[in-house]
């Protein structure tokens, strides 16, 4: 009888027929989804409602893929969910039979290798490209090194209207504390190799859009990946009379999709010149550490704004050192609550504290913007209060001044950046089945990663 190793386990999976070879499994228990290259035997198969993928592979390796995956699904990445790890199998002819490592299905997904195909528009492999680069980013920001960067490595679906790529094999994989540069070249020189080879393959079968060259494909992906690997770690400096430029880099990098923890920021002996560097951390994270450092309860959007102008306040007031809970009291009766407390008795109806605070930094935010200085915090309230929170009748949703420089992508979640042109819902190859094959004006390249647009647009050029 074989050995079950899960933290999840599911006992249907009991009665697979464990002791045959993976490749001779029977049809009637295998489900038929397009999958990648493997150098593994790989098999789909439903168990009641749930579908799993399971692979034959060396003890070591199915035991360390299992772990990395679990480590992967707490640190909240982008990847499949290890099931399981079946041990101790032996075939009816009594020879010992490989183990399983056990994955849950990702639903509605494909490999990259499928969808690399010919009428694909190029707005699609723009968006592929896109996904594909920061999912190698957010594996590089935590630590992992994943050592077999390709398509069919790679699974790709719709996620909450976007396009969103995960890791489906860590095999190869290395979770460390810190990936130093040479590691990250050693990924990035594996992905140029094996994404080269895996685009000439399919375009040696035909299979790969005329117009797509691998060259170019993998040059994009590279210099993507440059570019917001530098957006998300890069020092920036600038003098004490730009601290607007630290909320600028806050939002470009919120455009992007990336949640800013906090900003380690210093100052040189004489306070003239600041240098500041972002740390990417999961969804939650800001609402837990605003509660814990103020007692305020807020919404997650609401709780990272909250958050940066209290790393604002740190770098003005050159509390670097001090202790976070001294500093959180701080700011919390010098900028919040004076704030809060400003707001007219028949215009405190309109907005809970948190959201007229977040109001009124939006508001000097843009403020800012067009004087070139940072606006005092007072003054861009009186005019808020003024300007904007006057005008508009309760409950409201309001999109502040943040509408002057064009309309947001979401006007509920300012941090997704600003919507610039009329740009059609995204293409689903394999679900769109009337797609206008005869297009002859597709979509425009996609922007989701255009930082040389969001740095335009933030004023810094």
């Keep these: 009888m074989p050995r079950f190793l899960s933290v999840k386990p599911d006992t249907r999976l009991i009665t697979l027929p464990w002791s045959t070879p993976l490749a001779e499994w029977p049809t009637d228990i295998l489900v038929a989804l397009p999958r990648g290259i493997s150098r593994h035997v790989v098999r789909f198969v439903k168990v009641g409602r749930e579908v799993y993928a399971v692979k034959e592979v060396i003890e070591h390796l199915a035991r360390h893929e299992f772990s990395l995956?679990?480590?992967?699904?707490?640190l909240d990445t982008p990847s499949v969910e290890g099931v399981g790890v079946v041990v101790g199998r032996v075939g009816t002819d009594g020879e010992a039979l490989d183990p399983v490592l056990v994955t849950r299905h990702l639903q509605f997904s494909l490999p990259y290798r499928s969808l690399f195909t010919r009428g694909v528009r190029q707005d699609t492999v723009n968006r592929l490209v896109d996904a594909m680069v920061v999912?190698?980013?957010?594996?590089?920001?935590?630590?992992f090194l994943w050592g077999d960067v390709s398509l069919s490595n790679t699974l790709f679906r719709r996620d909450a209207g976007s396009f969103a790529a995960y890791l489906v094999d860590a095999e190869t994989g290395e979770l460390h504390e810190r990936l130093t540069d040479g590691q990250r070249e050693h990924d990035l020189q594996i992905a140029r190799t094996n994404l080269f080879g895996?685009?000439?393959?399919?375009e040696a079968g035909g299979l790969l859009d005329e117009a797509l060259d691998p060259q170019v494909l993998v040059e994009t992906?590279?210099?993507?990946?440059?570019e917001l690997w530098g957006e998300l770690t890069e020092v920036e400096e600038f003098s004490d009379s730009e601290m607007h430029r630290i909320d600028s880099r806050v939002r470009r990098l919120n455009a992007l999709g990336f949640d800013v923890a906090e900003l380690d920021i210093t100052t040189d002996f004489a306070g003239s010149t600041i240098r500041i560097q972002p740390k990417v951390v999961d969804?939650?994270?800001?609402?837990?550490?605003?509660?814990?450092l103020t007692g305020l309860d807020t919404e997650e959007n609401q709780?990272?704004?909250?958050?940066?102008?209290?790393?604002?306040f740190r770098a003005m007031t050159d509390q670097q050192g001090a202790d976070e809970s001294i500093v959180a009291h701080q700011w919390l009766t010098e900028r919040f609550e004076p704030v809060v407390g400003s707001v007219p008795p028949e215009l405190r109806g309109k907005r809970e504290p948190a959201e007229v605070y977040h109001e009124v930094l939006e508001h000097r935010w843009f403020l800012s913007e067009q004087a070139g200085r940072a606006l005092p915090l007072l003054e861009a309230a009186h005019r808020y209060?003024?300007?904007?929170?006057?005008s508009l009748p309760d409950e409201q949703i309001a999109l502040s001044a943040m509408t002057a420089l064009g309309p947001l992508a979401n006007p509920y979640d300012p941090s997704q950046g600003y919507d610039d042109d009329d740009e059609a819902a995204p293409y689903d190859p394999w679900e769109d089945d009337e797609a206008a094959a005869d297009d002859d004006d597709p979509a425009a390249p996609s922007g989701f990663l255009d930082i040389a647009a969001l740095r335009a647009r933030a004023g810094k050029g």
């Design 135 to 143: 999912l190698l980013a957010r594996l590089h920001l935590i630590g």
């Design 385 to 390: 209060m003024q300007d904007v929170l006057g």
């Design 303 to 312: 709780a990272r704004r909250l958050l940066n102008d209290l790393d604002y």
């Design 221 to 226: 992906i590279e210099s993507r990946y440059r």
């Design 283 to 292: 969804p939650g994270h800001h609402q837990r550490r605003l509660l814990r």
């Design 198 to 202: 895996e685009f000439c393959d399919l």
């Design 69 to 74: 995956l679990r480590d992967l699904q707490r």
